[in-house]
């Protein structure tokens, strides 16, 4: 089955984006270009899913979101009383209206009742291409209320699915895209994600949320090649209603704004986890499925918020500071980031051991001042609460500190988090908890951390081998060896992370400017 239009021909990365509403401005234009998510689904009157829900989303993410109504449902926490499909000619002028005139980046569907309205979205997407189509295949409500019957599952395989950039099924509509096979456990979900896959879309996310027997929520995602296992505390709640609208268009909210589709997921993922652990013990309506509060993040500091998608080439030159060696050479903290930043470092992190906590944090915001300004990012080594306090861009952390996924909890779906790593298993465990990178080595001796096992490049190479994430390495790494480094030809070693290379040097940004240019030369030759 051939893809219609354009909509498969949207590349990793699109476009750069802000805090608030993600725009796009060229050097030549003055016009603000802005991400927009267009939602084809049914309305919810309880606003706790549908096209209430998807807006919601769409506008905690900094995207805008256009909508177009295929079913109005009766419908509160206690369940769904009735449904009223629209007729799908009324159903093509909404599409027709919205996407001749606006500039859609990402098509969500959600509730789509019947063969003939999808057939007319089928349609205007050939008139109108999109860059990419998140497919939620709604069919049964959390309440268990049949939305879209056996008639629809035809049209679905064949039709559908083939042009989708990604599916977002449950278990239960897994089963039924697949004739009703049994799916009750992870293994069986793996299994269920590649038959899907083989029927035309290039992602599936299997969503393991009404898995039985599981301690934890579970979701796999399949590429085609290889499979990830997303896991995440089982959180206790009754407010889950509308937690599958909500996931599928944070992917598309995501991918709007440029993500490339796992990191999409994986932020969706944390961003449902965020706001059902911030709602659990919120009460609205009486029924026994209540809805989640999707604007948590308008409850904390906006200037928390990080200003554009993790990007992991940042990694590249990672300068990590040091208080002592700033004494040293008589230096602020502020003049020692802002020279490393001029000098080519793409991430800094703020390692503070001596200062008191008043004093951490003012630095903190200042660096944190010049970092956005510069349009790096800024992370703090250990220090939840000063992160948190201070707007950082997220956090690294080490392996006898906080556990990963209880930072997770605590910073939020847009935080950045690192973990240092030594071993393969360490390495497993990071992405498990929701790590986005990780700090690996140290690679040789080093005099900034005491009694600190080296692992050598031959346990950098093994490591890299073994992390589904990025992967920085640290320890003992300066000019003469950064090269050395980067040779060992791990496509997800994406830098090096420095300490005494920069700074305890005369010139920070003498120094970080011949690093820097030792790496974008070592980067060329391999």
């Not at 050097?27 to 829900?53: F, H, M, N, P, Y």
């Not at 005139?101 to 999808?118: A, N, R």
């Not at 993500?259 to 013990?281: C, G, P």
């Amino acid at each position: 089955m051939q893809s219609l239009g354009g909509i498969r021909s949207w590349p990793a990365t699109w476009k750069t984006t802000t805090a608030s509403m993600s725009t796009t401005t060229t050097k030549t234009e003055s016009v603000r270009k802005v991400a927009q998510v267009l939602t084809v689904a049914g309305s919810d009157s309880g606003a706790g899913a549908g096209i209430q829900a998807d807006i919601k989303v769409c506008a905690a993410r900094g995207v805008y979101c256009a909508s177009v109504i295929t079913a109005v449902t009766a419908q509160n926490t206690r369940g769904v009383q009735s449904v009223h499909l629209l007729p799908p000619e009324f159903v093509s002028e909404q599409l027709k209206s919205v996407l001749s005139d606006f500039e859609i980046d990402v098509v969500k569907t959600g509730m789509l009742p019947s063969p003939e309205i999808v057939e007319v979205l089928l349609q205007n997407l050939s008139e109108y291409p999109v860059r990419a189509l998140v497919v939620d295949p709604v069919m049964v409500s959390t309440s268990g209320h049949v939305l879209a019957g056996s008639s629809i599952l035809s049209i679905f395989r064949e039709r559908l699915l083939p042009i989708a950039d990604i599916i977002t099924p449950n278990v239960k509509e897994a089963s039924a895209l697949l004739g009703g096979v049994r799916i009750q456990t992870v293994t069986e979900m793996r299994s269920a994600a590649k038959s899907l896959h083989e029927m035309g879309p290039r992602f599936v996310l299997v969503k393991g949320g009404d898995l039985p027997d599981s301690s934890d929520s579970v979701d796999v995602y399949f590429d085609g090649n290889e499979f990830h296992e997303l896991h995440s505390p089982r959180i206790a709640t009754r407010n889950t209603h509308g937690t599958g609208c909500t996931l599928a268009s944070c992917i598309a909210a995501e991918l709007a704004k440029g993500s490339n589709m796992l990191s999409a997921v994986k932020v969706a993922k944390r961003f449902v986890d965020t706001a059902l652990n911030y709602s659990k013990d919120i009460v609205i309506g009486s029924g026994m499925q209540g809805p989640f509060d999707h604007f948590l993040g308008l409850m904390k500091d906006p200037q928390s918020y990080r200003q554009s998608t993790f990007n992991p080439d940042d990694l590249f030159l990672y300068a990590v500071t040091d208080s002592r060696m700033n004494k040293k050479w008589s230096r602020s903290i502020v003049d020692a980031v802002k020279a490393a930043i001029e000098g080519g470092a793409t991430i800094i992190q703020i390692r503070e051991k001596e200062a008191e906590t008043r004093e951490f944090l003012e630095e903190a915001k200042s660096c944190v001042d010049i970092c956005r300004s510069n349009g790096v990012c800024l992370l703090i080594n250990d220090r939840i609460d000063i992160a948190l306090a201070c707007g950082a861009d997220g956090v690294h952390v080490g392996q006898s500190d906080m556990p990963v996924d209880q930072v997770r909890s605590l910073l939020g779906p847009d935080k950045i988090i690192g973990v240092s790593c030594k071993t393969q298993e360490q390495a497993h465990q990071a992405w498990k908890d929701g790590a986005d990178y990780i700090g690996s080595g140290g690679v040789f001796p080093t005099n900034t951390k005491a009694n600190n096992r080296t692992i050598g490049l031959d346990g950098l190479k093994e490591v890299c081998k073994a992390s589904k994430l990025p992967v920085v390495a640290i320890g003992g790494i300066g000019i003469s060896n950064a090269e050395s480094v980067m040779r060992i030809d791990e496509p997800n070693l994406k830098g090096v992370a420095v300490v005494s290379a920069l700074f305890d040097q005369e010139c920070v940004l003498t120094q970080a400017k011949k690093l820097h240019k030792t790496l974008k030369e070592s980067k060329r030759e391999h």
